[in-house]
């Protein structure tokens, strides 16, 4: 099904990345924006070697950078290195905002987004999207067009798809827990008709289920050889979980194994996987009484065995994250208010 793409291109509010701020133009206002100052030593103190192994990711002379700001919860976010560009929801105000690396140029790409939270792209290049609003999957067409490629299982709607990874084989692989529809915030409040899952759109189009034995899944992601899916339990009890799973044929998976625990105050959100396994995190408090988010806020990288190796501080809650760049080399993080980003001596996994 497919439906043409009415949204505004013209920019709500743009920043420069050497943190200028320019006019707005028109469109949703900006919320709140953060006046971030980098650090001018090297190496950041921001970039924390938590143990000796991540030392070789941590570049010496390479410091955080806010490319932009004024959302009001960023999400989802994916590179689009053959335009130079790279693309994040915010989901609050209903539209998709646009880095552009050449020019620095920070301003709305897609609005309104029905409320988009994870994005992806195929393996033809094509941005997918997970909408909280319209409760579906959608693929947009080289000519703009969008074509619906999930709304419903079994008959009945889907809850608020979430986080989307592609595989290989042209898989889509999604999560789908209810938290887009739990108010009027990130879409519109209504009642969940199936139980939290995830799911996988097969090459033909055909949608099965993975597993609806996790509560509130969120991020998810493969191993580089594809072998592993992790996925982020994100109302499991006491603490918030990331799941690793070996993968079989088609939508099966098996040896259910816990790879991380946040353990105590954090929390994990979206995440990414790098070429030698290792799993950068989006990561915050959970807001537990006494939990200091200053001392929690950016983003946790782990091995592949789920030791924390080393710690990336924000001024903000980080939700999500994805490698990019002309090198695939650089990290950009989806947080709060603001796009962060930060070079790294590692490349993302494809």
């Given amino acids: 099904m497919q439906e043409q793409q009415g949204a505004s291109a013209r920019p709500a509010f743009l920043k420069t990345a050497a943190g200028s701020t320019l006019a707005a133009l028109g469109g ?11 650090s001018q030593r090297y190496p950041d103190p921001a970039v924390q070697v938590l143990d000796p192994s991540f030392g070789k990711y941590r570049i010496y002379s390479s410091t955080v950078e806010q490319l932009g700001t004024g ?21 609050p105000n209903n539209r998709i905002m646009r880095f552009d690396e050449a020019t620095g140029t920070f ?46 299982f079994n008959g009945k709607k889907l809850n608020s798809p979430n986080d989307i990874v592609c595989k290989s084989d ?24 199936l139980p939290h899952s995830v799911y996988r759109i097969a090459p033909d189009g055909k949608i099965g289920l993975v597993t609806a034995d996790l509560n509130g899944p969120n991020g998810l992601a493969f191993s580089p050889d594809e072998k592993k899916l ?4 994100g109302r499991a009890q006491p603490h918030r979980v990331i799941w690793s799973y070996d993968v079989g044929s088609g939508a099966s998976l098996s040896n259910k194994t816990r790879l991380v625990d946040a ?14 396994g290792n799993l950068w995190c989006g990561w915050g408090s959970n807001g537990a009484p006494g939990a200091n988010p200053a001392d929690l806020d950016g983003v946790m990288v782990f091995n592949p065995q789920g030791k924390a190796i080393g710690f990336i501080r924000l001024p903000e809650r980080c939700a999500n994250l994805s490698f990019g760049g002309a090198k695939n080399n650089r990290l950009y993080m989806a947080s709060c208010h603001s796009l962060y980003a930060l070079y790294v001596e590692m490349h993302g996994a494809a």
């Fill in 28 to 38: 949703t206002a900006a919320a709140q924006a953060f006046d971030f100052k980098p």
């Fill in 71 to 91: 959302m009001r919860w960023a999400e989802g976010p994916v590179w689009f290195g053959d335009g130079r560009y790279l693309l994040v929801s915010d989901i």
């Fill in 107 to 152: 301003g709305v790409f897609r609005q309104p987004s029905n409320y988009s939270n994870g994005l992806a792209r195929d393996r033809q290049g094509r941005l997918l999207a997970c909408e909280h609003l319209t409760r579906r999957i959608t693929r947009t067409e080289y000519d703009g067009r969008i074509t619906v490629l999930a709304d419903s």
């Fill in 170 to 193: 042209g898989s889509i692989w999604f999560t789908d827990p209810p938290f887009g529809i739990g108010g009027n915030w990130e879409g519109d409040k209504a009642a969940s008709e």
């Fill in 230 to 233: 992790y996925i982020v339990e």
């Fill in 263 to 276: 353990n105590g105050p954090g929390s994990i959100d979206g995440f990414k996987v790098d070429v030698d």
